[in-house]
């Protein structure tokens, strides 16, 4: 956020880690204002990953009213950036992570960005997981992607990038590794992500020092432009699919419904005999002579 305001762009920031106990940049929406975690936690006796869910799974049920700030605050702000908990399941392979990320996706063009901690991935079984996490987040969320290696100032993420274009130097830093079983793990997962590399954005950044940001927005600029030129049409593809089998099944309810109706319109219900009333053409007492017949008879 200090690169966008010291260009006079602010973002509009919203915190959706109800568990962050601070929050280093300002916050126009933040989720612990709503809901209140280790409430959560006590009131549901609920462990740490399950009051995350929980708690937004309760933010979930009011985003209608976050979206709709949103979209009031546009033309102030140059970009939206939404903080989401470390937690990968308990937001990524939520239903409420889902619907957010969807609701979010589906009205703006939206971005995924993995960061990823550069002096821990220097070990290759850490950088591997790092990796299939963001796989994973990649595929689920199928929106545009940027990688970005964060702590550029500590370690320089050279190896990363080498390591993705290059097998034979990560199998090389495998073999110093000491874990036999971890190592087979990793380079199979290389083999199989190799592809996955192929297409991934990837950015080194520094948070303290600001090195790497205009690459950073540069990516995600070609990463608006994909939104536009790939996601939407995709999106557009799944509503008109969705459009139709929902238009399949209230013709089936109503083919249901007629039929249901013409089975009935082939047993028609036994209508009882009409009732049939004595008429009396006489007068009183000729009355009174029939009734007495009908009660002694």
Request: charged share 25%; aromatic share 8%.
């Amino acid at each position: 956020t200090a690169y966008l305001h010291a260009r006079r762009t602010p973002p509009y920031v919203i915190n959706l880690d109800p568990a962050c106990a601070n929050v280093p940049y300002p916050a126009n929406i933040d989720i612990r204002d709503t809901v209140k975690y280790k409430q959560v936690m006590k009131d549901y006796g609920l462990g740490p990953n399950g009051a995350i869910i929980t708690s937004l799974n309760l933010m979930c049920t009011r985003f209608d009213q976050v979206l709709t700030m949103i979209r009031q605050r546009a033309k102030q702000y140059s970009a939206c950036l939404i903080d989401t908990p470390g937690q990968i399941e308990a937001f990524t392979w939520s239903a409420s992570g889902s619907i957010i990320t969807d609701s979010l996706a589906s009205s703006h063009p939206t971005i995924v960005v993995y960061i990823v901690d550069s002096p821990r991935a220097t070990n290759p079984t850490t950088f591997m997981s790092n990796m299939l996490y963001a796989c994973s987040i990649l595929y689920r969320t199928k929106l545009p992607f940027i990688v970005v290696f964060n702590k550029a100032d500590i370690v320089a993420p050279a190896f990363a990038r080498s390591w993705m274009r290059d097998f034979e130097r990560f199998d090389q830093a495998l073999e110093e590794n000491r874990s036999s079983y971890m190592n087979d793990l990793s380079r199979s997962l290389s083999l199989v992500l190799d592809e996955f590399y192929s297409d991934l954005k990837t950015v080194a950044v520094s948070s303290a020092t600001g090195e790497g940001m205009e690459d950073f927005m540069k990516a995600v600029g070609e990463c608006v432009e994909q939104y536009k030129n790939e996601y939407v049409p995709m999106y557009k593809r799944i509503l008109e699919e969705k459009l139709k089998l929902d238009e399949k099944e209230r013709q089936r309810k109503t083919d249901e419904i007629a039929s249901n109706m013409e089975v009935l319109s082939l047993h028609p219900s036994v209508e009882p005999p009409p009732i049939q009333e004595k008429i009396h053409i006489g007068g009183v007492e000729e009355e009174n002579a029939e009734d007495a017949d009908i009660l002694r008879g």
